[in-house]
């Protein structure tokens, strides 16, 4: 298994908070309403933070978004459905999931602690079983994405 880990960072909110937000993933459904605001596409493109030829792909990936309590799907992929699952929850400084429908095994972790009585920092790992050769192929967008994953999470208000 090879790991990928993020930066950690910092989040103005309670650990108790932001593990409460992200045990129940039907409280990451705003999050695609949010997107298909353009309000907010606009002020995603102001900021500079998403590439410009990324923000009609992103708005068309949210859109096929589905939440349930203990999941996140995305219908349409190459690949078919591919679903975010919370394979245990260690209240409050842990959330673990595991992909299905992937063509790789793979999970991911967001780890929560406190820092202060209203600050916490967090911390996601991906863990993927990758051969070899895609390892070379995979290294960096696998990199790149749990380091985002994080930005968007720290994002977020809790």
Known sequence: MTKFESDIKQIHYPQ???????????????LKERLGDPAAIEQLRASGQVPEDKLSQIQQMASQLAFTEDTISIEGTPMGTVTLRIVERDEPKCVKFQVEGAPINANLWIQVLPTAPYESKMKCTIGAELNFFIKQ??????????????????????
């Open 137 to 158: 192929m995979a290294k960096k967008p696998l990199q790149e994405g749990v380091e985002k994953l994080a930005e968007m999470l720290a994002m977020i208000p809790y």
């Open 16 to 30: 108790a908070s932001v593990f409460a937000k992200l045990a129940d993933l039907r409280n990451l459904e705003g």
